[in-house]
C-alpha cells in the first residue's frame, strides 16, 4: 500500500512536473515514490541550496510551480538562503523535507518549523491520514500568496503504510484583484484624466505586470495616451511596442533614456515595487512629475507616489485603455476580470514619444578593447557578446558587481528570459543552480549563465548540475576580476584593507573540461569568436560552453556608481 511519502508524492505530482534536490535519510521513500510512481521528473544538485534555486528558477522561467526536496537538519538548513531568497522575491515552490519524529527531537535535529519562519516561509507538517489533503493545502498557500512553503514529513511518519491515495481538490487560487468601491473608480478617473491631459506621459511596469499578463493591455495603453515606457530590470520586455521603450529603469538604465524619464510630467507604475535601485535613490523622477502607482500591495510603496490604486495591472490598464478611449470619465465603468477586448486604440495627435530618439537614448557607452591596466574592458566585451549570443536565450544571472553588464547590454524579449536569483536577499553563489532549473523550464531555449568569480565560486559544487542539465544548451560568462567587486568598489575606495576582498585568479576554464564542458579563456575580443562559432553549431553535438572574461576590476557600473555616490 502506498506509504505517507508516496501520498505526498502522487498528490505534489498532480500539479507540478519537475522535483530538484539532494537524496537523504529524510526525503528517501519520498524520491522514490516520485522516481517510481509518477511522471514528476527529478533532477539532482549538489548542495541542497541548489534545489530551492532551481526549483525558484524554473518558476521565473516557465510560470509553473516546482519542488525543492531535501533531508533534514543539516540538508534542511542549507536551504536557508535560497529559501529567504524565494520569499523575498514572491515565488511560489514547495520545498518537500524529512524532518525530526513525531517522539521528539534527536541530537542532529533542530527546530525547522521556526527556521523556516524566521525567513519568511511556512511550513506545513503532514501526518498519517492527512498526507494529500496537507499537500494541497501546502500548494494552494503557495500560489496564493507567492512564496515558498516547506511540506515536512517526520522521520517515523514517511513508510508508514497511508493506504489508498484519496482524490485531493484542485488548489483554489484568488481571482485578479480588481479596484473596488468609490474611491477606486474616482482614482482610475483621476489617471484616465492626467494620462489625457499630459504632454509627456510616461508608463513604468514591473514583473508584477508581467505576471498578470498585462502586456496587451499594457500597449494599449501606451498608445491610447502617447506614453513613452520603460521596465524595472525584473520587467525587462513587458512592453509589446519596442520602438518607444526606454529599456530598464534605475542604475541599469542608459543615462538618455533616465534624463527622459525626468521630463515626464505624468508617470504611471503598473507591478513595480519602486525599490531604491528602481527609483535611482530617489531621483528618477522630477520633483514635478505627478506618480501614480497600480499594485496589489495594501498601499504605496514609495513616498513619491502621489496616487495609489490596489489592483491587477491587466485589469487597471483596460480600465485605463476604455476610459482613454470613449474620451470620458465614468466613475461606474467597471473592471472586468476576464480579458478585455481592447481593439484598436486611438491615435494621440503629435505625441511626446514621436518627438523624441528613444534608439539614441537607450545607447550605452560602447567600452574599449582594454581597460587601462591591459584587462578586458566589461562594456565592450557585454556588447559583443549580446551580439554573438543565440536570440532565443534565457538569460540567468548570479548577484555581484557584474549585474549591470548583462542588463544594460544583453536585451531579452520578455520578462521570463531574464532572472536575477539573490538579488532581493543580496546573495551571491546562486548562478549555476538556476541554469539547472531554467534548462528544465525551457528545453528549447539556450540558457545563459552571468556570474563573478566570488559567486562563481562559492557555488562550484552544482557547475557539473549546470552542465549536466542544459548540455549544449547551456553558456555561462564569467567576469572574472580576481575579486568581490562590490565590496572593492564600496569599501576599498574607503580604504578599508583590500586583502579579504581580493581572490587569487581562478581557472574557471579548467574548472568547465574536469566537469566534460568546454573552456575558453577569454583576454580580448577576438577570444570571443568561439561564442559565435559555437551558436552556429547544432545543439545535441557541442559542449556546454564556459566563457572565463578576465576582466579590468577597474571599470565600475554606472549603478554602482550611483550606490558609491549615495553611501558616500
Known amino acids: ?287 514635478g512629475t505627478r506618480v501614480f502607482q497600480v499594485d496589489t500591495a495594501p498601499a504605496a510603496t514609495h513616498a513619491h507616489v502621489g496616487g495609489f490604486v490596489r489592483g491587477d495591472a491587466r485589469l487597471v490598464a483596460e480600465a485605463l485603455v476604455g476610459r482613454l478611449n470613449t474620451n470620458t470619465s465614468p466613475a461606474s465603468q467597471s473592471v472586468r476580470a476576464e480579458p478585455a477586448d481592447i481593439g484598436e486604440p486611438q491615435a494621440a495627435a503629435a505625441t511626446w514619444r514621436e518627438s523624441v530618439d528613444v534608439s539614441a537614448a537607450r545607447t550605452y557607452d560602447a567600452g574599449d578593447p582594454l581597460a587601462a591596466n591591459g584587462r578586458l574592458d566589461p562594456r565592450s566585451a557585454a556588447r559583443r557578446i549580446g551580439e554573438l549570443l543565440p536570440e532565443d536565450r534565457v538569460v540567468v544571472s548570479d548577484g555581484g558587481h557584474f549585474i549591470g553588464w548583462a542588463n544594460m547590454y544583453w536585451p531579452v524579449a520578455s520578462p521570463d528570459r531574464m532572472m536575477m536569483i539573490g538579488t532581493a536577499f543580496q546573495a551571491i553563489g546562486q548562478g549555476w543552480p538556476s541554469v539547472v532549473g531554467a534548462a528544465r523550464a525551457r528545453p528549447e531555449s539556450t540558457i545563459v549563465l552571468t556570474s563573478g568569480d566570488g559567486g562563481g565560486l562559492m557555488a562550484i559544487a552544482d557547475l557539473e548540475s549546470a552542465v549536466r542539465a542544459a548540455g549544449g544548451r547551456g553558456c555561462a560568462v564569467i567576469w572574472n576580476d580576481a575579486a568581490y567587486g562590490a565590496e572593492v568598489n564600496l569599501y576599498g575606495l574607503k580604504g578599508l584593507a583590500e586583502a579579504p576582498m581580493r581572490i587569487p585568479e581562478v581557472d574557471f576554464a579548467a574548472f568547465a573540461a574536469a566537469v566534460g564542458a568546454e573552456g575558453v579563456v577569454v583576454r580580448a575580443l577576438a577570444d570571443l569568436d568561439r561564442l559565435g562559432t559555437w551558436t552556429s553549431e547544432d545543439a545535441s553535438a557541442r559542449r556546454f560552453l564556459l566563457l572565463d572574461l578576465r576582466i579590468s576590476g577597474d571599470v565600475i557600473a554606472p549603478y554602482q556608481q550611483e550606490i558609491i555616490r549615495v553611501n558616500s
Not at 541550496?49 to 519542488?67: E, L, N, T
Not at 505624468?266 to 507591478?271: I, K, R
Open 1 to 287: 500500500m502506498p506509504t505517507v511519502s508516496a501520498h505526498v508524492a502522487l498528490t505534489l505530482a498532480q500539479h507540478i512536473d519537475a522535483v530538484f534536490g539532494v537524496m537523504g535519510n529524510g526525503n528517501a521513500y519520498f524520491l522514490d515514490a516520485i522516481e517510481k510512481q509518477t511522471s514528476a521528473v527529478f533532477t539532482a544538485v549538489r548542495h541542497e541550496q541548489g534545489a530551492v534555486v532551481a526549483a525558484d528558477a524554473h518558476h521565473r522561467a516557465s510560470g509553473r510551480i516546482a519542488a525543492a526536496t531535501a533531508t533534514y537538519g543539516a540538508g534542511f538548513t542549507n536551504t536557508l538562503t535560497a529559501l529567504a531568497e524565494s520569499v523575498q522575491a514572491h515565488v511560489p515552490l514547495v520545498l518537500v523535507v524529512g524532518d525530526e519524529p513525531t517522539s521528539g527531537r534527536r541530537p542532529w535535529d533542530v527546530d525547522q518549523i521556526a527556521l523556516a519562519s524566521a525567513v519568511g516561509a511556512r511550513t506545513y507538517t503532514v501526518g498519517r491520514a492527512d498526507a494529500a489533503a496537507t499537500t494541497v493545502i501546502a500548494i494552494e498557500h503557495a500560489l496564493t500568496y507567492h512564496v515558498p512553503v516547506v511540506l515536512a514529513i517526520p522521520y517515523d511518519v514517511a513508510a508508514l503504510d497511508a493506504g489508498p491515495v484519496p482524490p485531493a481538490p484542485t488548489p483554489r487560487v484568488p481571482a485578479p484583484l480588481s479596484p473596488s468601491g468609490e474611491f477606486g473608480a474616482g482614482m482610475l478617473d483621476e489617471i484616465a484624466t492626467a494620462l489625457r491631459g499630459a504632454q509627456r506621459p510616461f508608463l513604468l511596469a514591473g514583473r508584477g505586470a508581467w505576471l498578470a499578463g498585462a502586456s496587451e493591455a499594457l500597449g494599449a495603453l501606451a498608445d491610447a495616451s502617447g506614453a513613452l515606457t520603460a521596465s524595472t530590470a525584473l520587467g525587462r520586455g513587458v512592453f509589446p511596442a519596442t520602438q518607444y521603450d526606454l529599456g530598464v529603469t534605475g542604475g541599469f538604465g542608459a543615462e538618455g533614456a533616465m534624463d527622459l524619464i525626468r521630463q515626464a510630467d505624468v508617470a504611471v507604475v503598473f507591478g513595480a515595487s519602486l525599490n531604491q535601485f528602481t527609483m535611482r535613490f530617489g531621483e528618477l523622477f522630477a520633483p
